[in-house]
């Protein structure tokens, strides 16, 4: 059974930054996407950050290009490095697991093709 846990979170000025860990355990795919999401209060679930195993393409949602990355390492554990943080990046970041890469035919995966979620981590962004 695959599992997730989302590491990371905290409080931070305005500014600042955090680096987030996803640490996936039982993998059964051998082409997989490991997505970062979050919701903020109030808000809907929003598609932060992909990357795919294969061929380690990435995407980033418009509000996060160029202050957010993502990256993984020879584990397999996936980060998310935070910076330029503003207040309304504070939400619960959860990341989750779906078969094959991040987008199809040019599209960008939702949230729905997901199959696995972990619990969240809380990112709290002061100003």
């Known amino acids: 059974e695959v599992q997730l846990q989302a590491s990371g979170g905290g409080l931070v000025q305005a500014g600042g930054s955090l680096r987030l860990s996803c640490e996936a355990y039982?993998?059964?795919?051998?082409?997989?996407?490991i997505g970062w999401f979050r919701q903020a209060p109030g808000k809907g679930r929003e598609g932060v950050s992909c990357?795919?195993?294969?061929?380690?393409?990435t995407y980033y949602a418009e509000s996060v290009r160029g202050r957010f990355a993502i990256s993984r390492d020879a584990r397999g554990t996936v980060y998310l490095q935070m910076s330029s943080l503003k207040p309304e990046d504070t939400a619960i970041y959860s990341c989750?697991?779906?078969?094959?890469?991040?987008?199809?035919?040019?599209?960008?995966?939702?949230?729905?093709?997901?199959?696995?979620w972990g619990p969240g981590t809380l990112a709290t962004v002061s100003s």
């Open positions: 039982g993998l059964i795919f051998a082409d997989y996407a």
């Open positions: 990357i795919s195993e294969r061929d380690g393409s």
């Open positions: 989750a697991m779906a078969a094959g890469p991040c987008a199809r035919n040019g599209v960008q995966r939702g949230g729905d093709e997901y199959a696995y």
